[in-house]
DNA sequence: TGGGGTCCT
DNA sequence: AGGACCC
């Protein structure tokens, strides 16, 4: 619906290699040069290149992987906050070099889109604009201070999909690899790609440099295809895909691979292609079987109808999904840039735990993990920033939430209470007494709730747990105590974003006077930029200290590591 | 088979 | 409160 030609949305796909891996490497160089696994109990959650050679894989068990590389260096990786400190500072980095770009959202701790399209935009009217030349000095930021960084008009970076489908020189775009003369729409369409492709290939650099983790990265039309494209070329290198290609392109995944076609949606369509079963015998539960064959998009989108689909267990709503994606449509919107999580929770895993006592020390050991990280992510403390002033929040979280697992209940199926997360428990944060808060919340919040969810369960005797999980939700964003310019035009979130783009664009040479009107809470700019003392970065100030102790983490000595 | 996250129903 | 999806 928003692909009317020439006006496509130009997104950046970027995946960090093997994330977990990288961020142990930094924190003990001598590991780059190791075969290295990132143990979570009983499986590894990753690995690095290196392993991968020795036939490691990711989410092997670790017994298996033992085998398979028997001198596999094993670290523990079950306390993310190395990896979640490395990722908000990289993400915060790129927020803070594409100033003005604001549909910038992360997936998970290693992967992150970018909707480029305002800025491709803006440097094609530059180009355009100027006087023929080798370089074009390509501006980063929509807003000031700017920055720029020059690129080479006679050198694409690789690579592009399908191989050499796009000449390396800006001003051959018009033609097609034969010569012959492409469509205006096209060559627009080429351009724009072009420049989003060096600026994919700059902020890999920027990454690399400055956080020492190398990535890959797709550049297409759509997230979808974006995130296919970095799929290509894997580690440390990136793809732009041809954009007269894409059904050729997506043909050929296999069905599940498509980002939004899970396993249970994959096995449906699956049974659809290839029924196993004579219909009248089909029962409701059989359509889950997973029987593990191989469709691609191409059989999908040649022997069904999205009629089949809708009247498949998917539903009309997830069929018409489905069916657009398959067919390169995507209308997914890059989400606004997000400095405050909407959750923060803790779990643990246990083979078995039935004794009260035990329970409580997992409940006591969970909280004082959550009240920590509610105290770095969702208060302001300008004192630790090295400036003056009284903690305040940023976001306040609504609920207290506690999730189990019991043996009984098995596999993937969690119980989950909750209640309204207690005033006593945001002051122990601000006040810093962890110790009491902590007790308080085992004692009258957890442990109260874990009964009650037992209890309708029908597990009040007996019970045996293999999950605890503790956490707050409803946590609404101030993003940085201030309203977004989303709100301030009375919208809501990811569906204002691109009439912000298009706001700022008119809005045009006006920006500063523009950038004072998007904050409405009256406190002065200077206050929310804070610099860091060790790199120098520019960022919002309370991310200053999850990026400080990315810093002291950089190098340091004394994380577990165990030699296989 | 981890320890997180998102949004939708 | 649960379920789908993502890493």
Redesign the pocket.
């Known amino acids: 619906m928003t692909d009317k030609r020439g006006k496509e949305r130009i997104i950046i796909h970027i995946?960090y290699d093997c994330?977990y891996a990288s961020v142990w490497e930094n924190l003990r160089p001598e590991l780059r040069t190791v075969p290295l696994g990132i143990q979570?109990?009983?499986?590894l959650?990753?690995c690095n290149y290196i392993a991968r050679e020795r036939g490691v894989k990711k989410?092997?068990?670790i017994k298996d992987a033992k085998a398979a590389c028997p001198d596999l260096v094993i670290v523990n990786?079950?306390?993310?906050?190395p990896f979640?400190d490395a990722s908000r500072s990289i993400f915060n980095f790129i927020a803070g070099t594409l100033v003005g770009t604001n549909q910038m959202e992360?997936?998970?701790?290693?992967?992150i889109f970018i909707d480029v399209t305002a800025l491709v935009d803006h440097n094609l009217a530059l180009l355009l604009n100027s006087a023929p030349g080798d370089t074009f000095s390509f501006h980063l930021t929509l807003s000031p201070p700017h920055t720029t960084f020059p690129i080479n008009l006679h050198n694409l970076p690789p690579y592009t999909h399908p191989s050499d489908s796009i000449p390396p020189s800006f001003s051959s775009l018009s033609l097609d690899t034969s010569g012959q003369a492409q469509p205006p729409e096209t060559i627009r369409l080429l351009q724009r790609l072009y420049l989003a492709t060096h600026l994919a290939t700059h902020l890999r650099t920027l990454v690399k440099s400055t956080h020492n983790h190398t990535a890959s990265a797709g550049i297409s039309t759509s997230k979808t295809l974006a995130?296919l494209a970095g799929t290509i070329n894997k580690p440390d290198a990136q793809t732009v895909l041809h954009p007269t290609t894409t059904q050729a392109f997506l043909d050929k995944f296999e069905i599940?691979?498509?980002?939004?076609?899970?396993?249970?949606?994959?096995?449906i369509i699956r049974q659809l292609v290839n029924p196993l079963i004579e219909p009248e015998e089909q029962l409701h539960e059989e359509w889950?079987e997973d029987v593990k064959q191989k469709v691609t998009v191409l059989e999908v989108r040649t022997k069904l109808t999205q009629v089949d689909l809708a009247r498949s267990p998917l539903g009309g709503?997830e069929a018409a999904k489905v069916w657009a994606w398959i067919h390169g449509l995507d209308d997914q919107g890059v989400?606004a840039k997000?400095t405050v999580?909407?959750?923060?929770?803790?779990?643990?895993?246990f083979?078995s735990l039935t004794r009260a006592e035990a329970v409580m020390e997992v409940l006591d050991r969970?909280h004082s993990?959550m009240l920590s990280?509610m105290s770095s992510?969702l208060v302001e403390d300008p004192e630790a920033a090295g400036g003056v002033g009284k903690k305040r929040w940023i976001a306040v979280p609504k609920t207290y939430?506690l999730?189990i697992r019991t043996r009984k209940h098995g596999?993937?199926?969690?119980?989950?209470?909750?209640?309204p997360l207690p005033s006593w428990v945001l002051s122990g944060v601000i006040n810093g007494d962890n110790e009491g808060t902590v007790g308080r919340l085992s004692r009258e919040m957890g442990w109260n709730?874990m009964k009650r969810?037992l209890k309708?369960?029908g597990e009040e005797r007996g019970w045996d747990l293999?999950?605890v999980?503790v956490?707050v939700?409803g946590?609404e964003g101030a993003e940085g105590g201030r309203r977004t310019i989303g709100e301030f035009f009375g919208g809501k979130?990811?569906q204002t974003v691109r009439e912000e783009v298009a706001e700022v664009e008119e809005m045009d040479g006006e920006w500063e006077l523009w950038e004072e009107e998007c904050y409405v809470d009256g406190e002065e700019d200077e206050d929310v930029w804070g610099v860091c003392s060790v790199c120098g970065g520019r960022m919002l100030r309370f991310t200053l200290e999850a990026h400080a102790r990315f810093h002291a983490l950089e190098h340091s000595e004394g994380m577990d590591m165990d030699m296989a």
Do not use: H, W, Y
Request: charged share 30%; aromatic share 6%; glycine share 12%.
């Open positions: 995946d994330f979570q109990k009983s499986i959650a990753t989410l092997q068990l990786g079950e306390d993310l906050t979640r992360r997936l998970g701790f290693d992967e995130k599940g691979k498509i980002p939004g076609i899970g396993r249970k949606a994959a096995t889950f709503t989400g997000k999580p909407s959750q923060i929770t803790v779990e643990d895993t083979r969970l993990k990280r992510e939430r999730s596999f993937g199926n969690r119980v989950s209470r909750s209640m709730l969810a309708e369960e293999q999950l999980n956490g939700a946590i979130g990811k």
